[in-house]
């Protein structure tokens, strides 16, 4: 497959999307966050990077041209190493297809309606960033590597690297920023991190992000940012950011933080028992849809993909990488104090 495409490095050396020239935006896509554009470049299929060609089509001629194969449900039909998702909603017409050309190379089809209405949430279309997402994370998990939903970053001091990581909302983004304050504080990433798993040892890969690349973005893809995100966080971040500095190369992961509310104000360090690997475990799960995908589901049915052993390996992966790290529960009573209580154990390396 070579054509020209609009190429954004979403994990540098590692992850790529190529967008269809007539895609005027990308929805909510989660790994590392936001994607920067890097130029445009022909498609040719490296070695090491996974990649995912976006392209756009037309929604009165997707029935007839993409969904083919057997129909095994109201909205999807499917056959080798392709599945199509095809929704009529009033007088609408949403389509979505993935085609799998090789390991590390696929092409998600999707219609202009799917994508136009899809910040609606209209019935029960995903967005297509969902199934980005998942897509990729599987590919990475095959490779040996993992994507961890959580925010990590580097104290340049002791060239000691940390992941912060909590269920929705408890205040990982927060935390991240103001420890980012500090000079010897580089931001690594912020919503989800790519470990490369070298060595039986996890090292953290610089990625993109939202809130802390969104300034240097322009065009519909910021629109369709600002209208997912909360404009008072994006505000409160506009003096934060000039403090901020990003890490630029890979470091191994020496600690996590569990973050949790809590009536009392503490940190304390895990033993490496079946329990605390279970609470670092729940937290993926509750992030990583993949599973409960529906396309992908349906995707799994007409390839050689097995979802079960992907989820089995991933625990696999997220196990080696808790036993060769220092575990750190962190409770506290007010988002404030997460940062403070992390710093006493940072400040000590």
Same mark, same amino acid.
């Given at each position: 497959?070579?054509?020209?495409?609009?190429?954004?490095?979403?994990?540098?050396?590692?992850?790529?999307?190529?967008?269809?020239?007539?895609?005027?935006?990308?929805?909510?896509?989660?790994?590392?966050?936001?994607?920067?554009?890097?130029?445009?470049?022909?498609?040719?299929?490296?070695?090491?990077?996974?990649?995912?060609?976006?392209?756009?089509?037309?929604?009165?001629?997707?029935?007839?041209?993409?969904?083919?194969? +057997?129909?095994?449900?109201?909205?999807?039909?499917?056959?080798?190493? +392709?599945?199509?998702?095809?929704?009529?909603?009033?007088?609408?017409?949403?389509?979505? $297809?993935?085609?799998?050309?090789?390991?590390?190379?696929?092409?998600?089809?999707?219609?202009?309606?799917?994508?136009?209405?899809?910040?609606?949430?209209?019935?029960?279309?995903y967005p297509l960033g969902i199934h980005l997402f998942d897509v990729l994370q599987i590919e990475t998990i095959k490779l040996?590597?993992?994507?961890?939903?959580?925010?990590?970053?580097?104290?340049?001091?002791?060239?000691?690297?940390?992941?912060?990581?909590?269920?929705?909302?408890?205040?990982? +983004?927060?935390?991240?920023?103001?420890?980012?304050?500090?000079?010897?504080?580089?931001?690594?990433?912020?919503?989800?991190?790519?470990?490369?798993?070298?060595?039986?040892?996890?090292?953290?890969?610089?990625?993109?992000?939202?809130?802390?690349?969104?300034?240097?973005?322009?065009?519909?893809?910021?629109?369709?940012?600002?209208?997912?995100?909360?404009?008072?966080?994006?505000?409160?971040?506009?003096?934060?950011? $000039?403090?901020?500095?990003?890490?630029?190369?890979?470091?191994?992961?020496?600690?996590?933080?569990?973050?949790?509310?809590?009536?009392?104000?503490?940190?304390?360090?895990?033993?490496?028992?079946?329990?605390?690997?279970?609470?670092?475990?729940?937290?993926?799960?509750?992030?990583?849809?993949?599973?409960?995908?529906?396309?992908?589901?349906?995707?799994?049915?007409?390839?050689?993909?097995?979802?079960?052993?992907?989820?089995?390996?991933?625990?696999?992966?997220?196990?080696?990488?808790?036993?060769?790290?220092?575990?750190?529960?962190?409770?506290?009573?007010?988002?404030?104090?997460?940062?403070?209580?992390?710093?006493?154990?940072?400040?000590?390396?």
């Amino acid at each position: 497959m070579l054509c020209s495409k609009k190429k954004i490095t979403v994990v540098k050396g590692k992850i790529e999307l190529l967008l269809d020239e007539n895609m005027d935006f990308l929805s909510y896509f989660s790994f590392g966050e936001i994607m920067r554009e890097t130029g445009e470049d022909d498609f040719v299929e490296h070695k090491d990077v996974i990649c995912i060609s976006i392209e756009s089509v037309n929604s009165d001629s997707f029935d007839s041209k993409h969904c083919q194969g +057997t129909r095994f449900a109201r909205n999807y039909s499917g056959e080798a190493n +392709t599945t199509s998702f095809s929704k009529k909603f009033l007088h609408l017409n949403f389509g979505l $297809k993935i085609k799998k050309n090789s390991d590390k190379n696929y092409v998600f089809f999707v219609t202009k309606n799917y994508l136009r209405f899809i910040k609606y949430k209209i019935e029960n279309i995903y967005p297509l960033g969902i199934h980005l997402f998942d897509v990729l994370q599987i590919e990475t998990i095959k490779l040996g590597n993992i994507a961890i939903y959580g925010s990590a970053f580097l104290n340049s001091k002791s060239k000691e690297a940390s992941l912060i990581v909590a269920p929705p909302g408890v205040g990982k +983004t927060y935390t991240l920023l103001n420890l980012a304050k500090q000079e010897n504080v580089e931001i690594i990433s912020e919503e989800t991190s790519y470990v490369n798993m070298v060595n039986n040892a996890g090292s953290l890969i610089p990625t993109q992000n939202t809130f802390l690349n969104d300034r240097k973005n322009k065009g519909s893809a910021m629109n369709l940012i600002s209208f997912l995100f909360a404009r008072k966080i994006k505000k409160r971040l506009e003096g934060t950011l $000039k403090q901020i500095n990003f890490a630029t190369s890979e470091t191994v992961l020496k600690r996590i933080y569990i973050l949790e509310n809590s009536k009392n104000d503490l940190i304390k360090r895990l033993e490496h028992s079946e329990e605390n690997f279970k609470r670092l475990l729940t937290i993926q799960r509750f992030t990583s849809s993949y599973f409960n995908n529906q396309l992908l589901r349906a995707f799994s049915r007409f390839s050689e993909l097995n979802l079960e052993q992907i989820l089995q390996r991933e625990e696999a992966i997220l196990r080696n990488l808790y036993t060769n790290v220092e575990l750190y529960s962190v409770c506290a009573s007010r988002v404030e104090k997460f940062p403070e209580l992390i710093r006493q154990i940072d400040a000590q390396t």
